[in-house]
T-cell receptor, first 112, second 113 residues
């Protein structure tokens, strides 16, 4: 079982719609969770972090965490074509020094 | 602006010819990481430095080495690049671990011919 799993997509949504991106993780004691956005050929950019169960909102982005289900999601409201990118879920490991483990990412396509 | 800078952005090297990628940071972060990312794959951690302490991932090939001469700079050396080493190499930094996520540099795209 992969440590961090994401649907590779592409997830296609029309402009103005809500995009919902999902991620599951295997390490039950992981404590920190991140969403990175990566445009094609570019490096990952941190857009959201979440540490406790529930929702965390930042502008058009909402991160949701459910530790019991080992599930984290990212909602993008009022999606824009500029949101078209790959979204990487990252989770801390808890073996020795904490490190980030990334999923393979979900490709999001927002059509005008 | 404080940042993480990787040079060069694009590197072409010959099969078997040693190559060095560089990373510098002005964030004064004590941890620096090197990730390898191949097309449509997750970034894969190769190793990290916690201050001066080098930490190698168990599955990182011996062909990959790293140096950190001071807090600001870190280098990735590939001793004998193979075609399978063509990838984006990402340098990242953090302060004391993962609590606030990592800051990534712009990456170096390595092509092996």
């Amino acid at each position: 079982q992969k440590e961090v799993e994401q649907n590779s997509g592409p997830l296609s949504v029309p402009e103005g719609a809500i995009a919902s991106l999902n991620c599951t993780y295997s390490d039950r004691v992981s404590q920190s969770f991140f969403w990175y956005r990566q445009y094609s050929g570019k490096s990952p950019e941190l857009i959201m972090s979440i540490y406790s169960n529930g929702d965390k909102e930042d502008g058009r982005f909402t991160a949701q965490l459910n530790k019991a289900s080992q599930y984290v999601s990212l909602l993008i409201r009022d999606s824009q074509p500029s949101d078209s990118a790959t979204y990487l879920c990252a989770v801390t490991t808890n073996t020795g020094f904490q490190k980030l483990v990334f999923g393979t990412g979900t490709r999001l396509l927002v059509s005008p | 602006d404080a940042m993480v800078i990787q040079n060069p952005r694009y590197q072409v090297t010959q099969f078997g010819k040693p190559v060095t990628l560089s990373c510098s940071q002005t964030l004064n972060h004590n941890v620096m990481y090197w990730y390898q990312q191949k097309s449509s794959q997750a970034p894969k951690l190769l190793f990290h430095y916690y201050d001066k302490d080098f930490n190698n991932e168990a599955d990182t090939p011996d062909n990959f080495q790293s140096r950190r001469p001071n807090t600001s700079f870190c280098f990735l050396d590939i001793r004998s690049p193979g075609l399978g080493d063509a990838a984006m190499y990402l340098c990242a930094t953090s302060r004391d671990g993962t609590r606030y996520g990592y800051t990534f540099g712009s990456g170096t795209r390595l092509t092996v011919v």
